[in-house]
């Protein structure tokens, strides 16, 4: 019984301790481009990683945007949209720095999305100068999408820099927290009984 009870203790201090970030830097990845694919748990479409100053990007918005040496990352090919998703599970986005690679006020938007439906968006205008940190918190999505655009500009300038990128994985939705709830009582109910059932015994 104690056992059972020191167990539970141990659960509920752990869901109600703080959550802790994550900062993806990018920068355990060599300085050449390469495709994101599947990385740090996320799947990115149309997102890659450079090093700016090693390959001779570092007086443009990509050696400006750099947060954390060495890396950041990119939009491939200026691409109109890129995105980073979970295949299971929600996450929250807490932040990270943007910066335009090469025009100044390149207009970004992001959006975040739960199982195909829009909870969060914002647009950001951006310049090659120094980054930009967004603080979004946005939480309980399972996907952000990152669109750029700018009049008249060709898909080539649109690429956007982003380093730093903070977030907390695993958060339970307001339905989990609900069912871990019950679940806890649940076996509050079965403690309580089976007390009953050793004082009648003993009686």
Known sequence: MKAILAALALCAATLAGPAVADVITFDDRGPDVQALGHYEGFDWNNMSTVGPKKVGLGNTGYGKGVVSPKNVAFNDYGDVTGSVSLAQGTFTFESAYFTAAWI????????????????????????????????????????????????????????????????????????????????????????????????????
Request: hydrophobic letters at 40%; aromatic letters at 12%; proline letters at 3%.
């Open 104 to 203: 100044d006020g390149l207009k970004l938007t992001i959006v975040g999305l739960n199982d195909g439906v829009q909870k969060y968006a914002k647009t950001l205008t951006l310049n090659t100068k120094k980054p930009f940190l967004f603080e979004a918190n946005w939480a309980g999505i399972d996907k952000l999408t990152f669109t750029t655009y700018l009049d008249q500009c060709s898909t080539k300038g649109r690429q956007f820099v982003m380093d730093n990128f903070k977030f907390i994985s695993g958060v339970p939705e307001p339905d989990t927290w609900a069912l871990m709830i019950a679940g806890f009582g649940g076996v509050g109910v079965m403690i309580r009984a089976n007390r009953r059932r050793e004082i009648r015994s003993a009686a």
